[in-house]
């Protein structure tokens, strides 16, 4: 009998929208210096790591039931985490702040409705979109990337978007917002329901807060008497757990009662919730690279202009540098010297992610290396 062919995708009966789609993924390659998806690229601390092995070893023997899918206990320490007077009912939160965003969309987005984002910013938003057939609008920033009050308002008026996402640093430019922004797009949101349309939700991703300059203020602080903004926070890069997937938002509790009706049922897993739990009861303990990141973040602004580059200003832990001649060719020179970074599609950019000391070392030798003439 002749070997079956091996199916191929194109074989099965796709949805005709993913048709000819590749997945999203930055490459996970084998190189000593990785400095690509903005990690914490310090490991958890030894102490904090035999806390989570001993809270999970603690639930293990009851892995037999369904977890508590309202994780009340991980939303009341999440919520003291964040301070501003929130409470657990506040919070929410699911495998990463990707998944809380598909809530969002599959809650607030969907057919017929829009998304409105200011790209260039997370790639992340119009696949999100897609997956959750919502309409994504991209309205775009200045030449300098920027976004100002005035764009984001006039935008809101002409697209009435359904759902606003503004990312807080942004990602890939690294920069955070002046609150006036956000405000500006709650109350442009306001004037629209006025007028007829729709009441968006306005979202603000802070997933790299902790990292901001001082003076930076939380879109967190908005919060009050605004039932309509969202603001979403990981524990993927301050608290340097990414690999355990957690993320969540804090809005008006009606906010929460939404995404009940789109989660899947038990979506934090008992290992997840007990492992986010001890992870925030060491807090103080986690958070301590937190100066460290900043301290080499502000080095490699400092040092790629003096290579004669452009890096942004940054508020996360990582650097947008323009001023590249050809940018990929650079990103396959410092990979030919074992330092991976990210190559954001951008014509004369790259973002690098900000390591620890060694890592950023190693990162600007390579540049210094591949820059000189
Ligand atoms: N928002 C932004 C702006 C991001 O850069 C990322 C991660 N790259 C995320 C959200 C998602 O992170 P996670 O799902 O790990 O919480």
Excluded at 41 to 66: C, F, K, S
């Amino acid at each position: 009998v002749a070997p079956l062919d091996r199916v191929r995708l194109s074989d099965l009966p796709l949805r005709q929208a993913l048709r000819g789609r590749t997945p999203y993924g930055a490459p996970q390659l084998d190189v000593s210096v990785r400095l690509n998806t903005n990690e914490n690229t310090h490991p958890v601390p030894p102490g904090v790591a035999e806390a989570i092995a001993q809270a999970v070893g603690d639930i293990a023997t009851g892995l037999n039931r369904y977890p508590d899918r309202e994780f009340t206990a991980l939303r009341e320490a999440l919520a003291d985490y964040l301070g501003h007077g929130l409470t657990a009912e506040a919070v929410w939160a699911a495998n990463g702040s990707n998944e809380v965003l598909q809530q969002l969309l599959q809650a607030f987005g969907g057919p017929g409705r829009r998304l409105l984002a200011f790209q260039p910013s997370y790639s992340m938003y119009p696949l999100l979109a897609e997956g959750t057939h919502t309409q994504f609008v991209d309205a775009g920033r200045a030449d300098d990337f920027t976004l100002s009050a005035e764009h984001v308002a006039e935008s809101i008026t002409r697209h009435a978007p359904h759902v606003v996402v503004l990312a807080s640093p942004n990602n890939p430019t690294g920069t955070a917002l002046e609150l006036d922004v956000v405000d500006a797009a709650y109350r442009a949101g306001e004037r629209l329901a006025v007028a007829g349309g729709p009441a968006p939700m306005i979202v603000v991703d802070e997933a790299y807060a902790e990292f901001a300059r001082p003076g930076t203020p939380s879109a967190l602080t908005l919060l009050p008497g605004r039932p309509r903004l969202v603001v979403t926070r990981t524990m993927s890069k301050a608290f340097a757990l990414a690999g355990a997937r957690l993320g969540y938002l804090a809005a008006d509790p009606a906010v929460a009662d939404a995404l009940r009706l789109v989660r899947l049922p038990y979506h934090l897993s008992a290992m997840t919730q007990a492992t986010a739990l001890a992870a925030l009861r060491q807090a103080d303990a986690l958070l301590q690279t937190v100066d460290q990141i900043m301290a080499q973040r502000d080095r490699i602004v400092v040092e790629a202009a003096r290579l004669g580059l452009a890096p942004a200003a940054s508020d996360s832990n990582f650097v947008f540098i323009g001023g590249f001649e050809d940018a990929s060719a650079v990103f396959d020179a410092l990979l030919s010297r074992g330092v991976l970074v990210r190559d954001v599609g951008i014509p004369g950019h790259l973002r690098v992610t900000a390591g620890t000391e060694q890592e950023v070392d190693a990162f600007l030798e390579a540049l210094t290396q591949v820059l000189a003439p």
